[in-house]
C-alpha cells in the first residue's frame, strides 16, 4: 500500500527589496516534485547541498506551508490531503510523520534529562505520565541500544553516536508510520555510522515504519534504501531501484555523483569525470536542462528545452529520468556490494 504520494510539489520563496518589501523574484526551492512511498519502503533523497531536499522534506512534515501540490498520507483506512490543512487539522496527523535531524548534537535540548526528552511526545499527547510514561521511556531506550538507566542523564553525558539513538527514540515514541531522517549520519563520526543505519534498519522492520532518507552522498543510503531518487535544483531528475541507479544511471548527474562512493577499485574514481561547477543559484536557474553548464554531455538542445521526466525502465520497474539522450548515453554505473 502506498503510504505517502506527493504530486507536484512546490515551494517558492519570494526575494523582496525594498522598505515595502516588494517580490522582485522568487527561489524556486522546490518546483514540481512527485514520488510515492510504499508502506515499509525506504526511499532515499539525494543531491547536493541546496538541491532542496530538506524543503522537500519540511513540506512534507507540515513545517512549512508548500506553494502547490499534494501531500497525500494513508493511515489507518483515512487518506488525508496535508498539503490542503492548516494549523488545528494537521493535529492529529502530526504524530504519524517524525524527523530524526541531523545534528545529534543541536538538537537535543542540553537543560533537559533523556527521559523528559524522550518522554515528551507521550505526555503532550497525554498519552502516558508517571510511572508508565517512565516504563515507556525505558522500552525505547533498549531499543535503540541504550540502558535505561541512562534516562537520568543530560545529553552532554553521551557520545554523537549515543545522542543520534536519543533523538531516533523520541522519534519512535508516537509510533509514527514514516520517519524522515535528514541526513541522520553526516554529522558522526565515520566508524560509528554504519551502525546508526544498521540500527535504523533493525528498527524499520520491528515497528514497521517507512523511511524518507535525505542524504547528500549515495555511498550512504546504498545498503539502507530501496530505491533513490536524485534531486537537482528543485526538481527529481532521476528515480529508480537503488540497485538498478547504481549499476545503471541514466542521468549524468547521477554518474557524478557516483564518484563520491568509495569502492575498491582505485582506477574506478579516476574513469568517472569529478563534477565540476557549483549548484547554480535556485532563484536564476539556467536555461533549458538546469544540469547543462555543470554536464558532459550537454549539446544544443539541452541549453534551450528542459527535458521530460519519463520512465526509460526496459524491466518491470520503472526508471524515471529527465536527460534529453537518457537513451543513448552508456554512462559509468557501479556494482552493489
Ligand atoms: Fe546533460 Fe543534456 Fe542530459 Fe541535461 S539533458 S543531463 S545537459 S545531456
Redesign the pocket.
Known sequence: MTLLEVKNLKKYFPITKGFFRKVVGLVKAVDGVSFEIEEGETLALVGESGCGKTTTAKCILRAIDPTEGDIILRVDGKEVNLAKLQGEELKPYRRYIQMVFQNPYTSLNPRMKVKDIVGEPLLVNGIAKGKELEDMVAELLQAVGLRPEYMVRYPHAFSGGQRQRIVIARALALRPKLVVCDEPVAALDVSIRAQILNLLMDLQEQFKLTYLFISHDLSVVEHISDRVAVMYLGRI?ELARTEELFENPK???TETLLVAVPKPDPDFREELRAIEGEVPNPANPPS?????LR?????K??EEVY?EYRNVGTGEEPHYV?????EQ?TLRGIKIS
Not at 554536464?295 to 549539446?299: D, E, L, Q
Not at 529527465?322 to 537518457?326: K, P
Open positions: 531528475v542521468h549524468p548527474y533549458g536542462c538546469h544540469f547543462h554536464c558532459p554531455y550537454a549539446k538542445i539541452c527535458p529527465a536527460c534529453h539522450f537518457a548515453l
